[in-house]
């Protein structure tokens, strides 16, 4: 009965105390967005990218507030956690981790090397638009529609694209029986074009002059899959326009290697199949 007595008090008091922790966040939260409002110390990104952490560290904070005040009027913290070697050797691998991601977290954020809504590639083989920064981990949004997580600690390698510029790379890979000396006269004609039509795209200095046009980079690997050889196209853009100017440079290439009869590579099963079967006109 004396435990049935006071389980409403403690009721009422673990209630308060998780009310002043939301109150407290909202304030802190909101206090933060004020700041912001009214100064124009960082850039928008930069401000936008700061209260996503903060919203993060805020709420992880109060949940450890909360859940560790709660746990004092259960158990002695200082005993149990001292008194077992085996659950601080395992908290202490649990934190090790977390406390890493955390640590990377805040150097990419004071590096200034990640902001919301910037496009990266990371390891090499994730790419996508950033849509949240949290204490420990990443989210970004990739082209097939897929979010995509990743731990701070598990990023060995970053790539940004949102730095004011981005280089277009587009390529044909052309079949090893096609004449190389035909494919640089038609793509060098689809260079030249390129920096006719889309020179808007391209990035400029102060003088208006750009920086990088639209190049033929000739043959830039050979025996690809031993299928063929890669030739590609190359530009320096501004980094909004790179969507719309790969996707300008792709078409002048298709239509270029239509026009011109270029030989695409192809699988070895498939050509060994037209080669077996060819085609009767009737």
């Given at each position: 009965?004396?435990?049935?007595?006071?389980?409403?008090?403690?009721?009422?008091?673990?209630?308060?105390?998780?009310?002043?922790?939301?109150?407290?966040?909202?304030?802190?939260?909101?206090?933060?967005?004020?700041?912001?409002?009214?100064?124009?110390?960082?850039?928008?990104?930069?401000?936008?990218?700061?209260?996503?952490?903060?919203?993060?560290v805020t709420k992880v904070l109060g949940l450890v507030f909360f859940f560790i005040y709660v746990?004092?009027?259960?158990?002695?913290?200082?005993?149990?956690?001292?008194?077992?070697?085996?659950?601080?050797?395992?908290?202490?691998?649990?934190?090790?981790?977390?406390?890493?991601?955390?640590?990377?977290?805040?150097?990419?954020?004071?590096?200034?090397?990640?902001?919301?809504?910037?496009?990266?590639?990371?390891?090499?083989?994730?790419?996508?638009?950033?849509?949240?920064?949290?204490?420990?981990?990443?989210?970004?949004?990739?082209?097939?529609?897929?979010?995509?997580?990743?731990?701070?600690?598990?990023?060995?390698?970053?790539?940004?694209?949102?730095?004011?510029?981005?280089?277009?790379?587009?390529?044909?890979v052309l079949n090893y029986r096609q004449n190389p000396d035909d494919a640089f006269k038609v793509?060098?004609?689809?260079?030249?074009?390129?920096?006719?039509?889309?020179?808007?795209?391209?990035?400029?200095?102060?003088?208006?002059?750009?920086?990088?046009?639209?190049?033929?980079?000739?043959?830039?690997?050979?025996?690809?899959?031993?299928?063929?050889?890669?030739?590609?196209?190359?530009?320096?853009?501004?980094?909004?326009?790179?969507?719309?100017?790969?996707?300008?440079?792709?078409?002048?290439?298709?239509?270029?290697?239509?026009?011109?009869?270029?030989?695409?590579?192809?699988?070895?099963?498939?050509?060994?199949?037209?080669?077996?079967?060819?085609?009767?006109?009737?």
């Amino acid at each position: 009965m004396f435990f049935l007595g006071l389980f409403p008090q403690l009721a009422l008091k673990i209630l308060t105390v998780a009310l002043l922790i939301i109150l407290m966040t909202y304030l802190i939260r909101k206090s933060i967005k004020l700041f912001f409002d009214k100064t124009s110390i960082l850039d928008e990104k930069r401000e936008e990218t700061l209260m996503h952490f903060a919203n993060q560290v805020t709420k992880v904070l109060g949940l450890v507030f909360f859940f560790i005040y709660v746990l004092s009027h259960f158990f002695d913290l200082t005993k149990f956690v001292t008194g077992s070697a085996v659950m601080a050797g395992a908290l202490a691998l649990i934190f090790q981790h977390i406390i890493r991601d955390y640590i990377m977290g805040l150097t990419y954020l004071f590096e200034r090397q990640i902001h919301h809504g910037d496009y990266v590639i990371i390891n090499g083989n994730r790419e996508g638009k950033i849509e949240e920064i949290s204490m420990r981990h990443m989210k970004i949004r990739q082209y097939d529609g897929y979010l995509y997580t990743v731990s701070h600690s598990n990023i060995t390698e970053l790539q940004n694209g949102n730095r004011g510029m981005r280089r277009v790379n587009e390529s044909l890979v052309l079949n090893y029986r096609q004449n190389p000396d035909d494919a640089f006269k038609v793509i060098e004609e689809v260079a030249q074009t390129c920096n006719e039509k889309y020179e808007e795209y391209l990035l400029k200095d102060e003088n208006g002059v750009p920086v990088e046009n639209f190049i033929f980079n000739q043959i830039t690997e050979l025996n690809v899959d031993f299928r063929g050889h890669r030739y590609s196209i190359s530009g320096l853009v501004k980094e909004t326009d790179f969507a719309v100017a790969s996707k300008k440079v792709r078409y002048e290439l298709a239509i270029a290697a239509y026009k011109n009869d270029l030989m695409m590579a192809q699988s070895e099963g498939l050509e060994a199949n037209k080669d077996c079967n060819p085609q009767v006109s009737l």
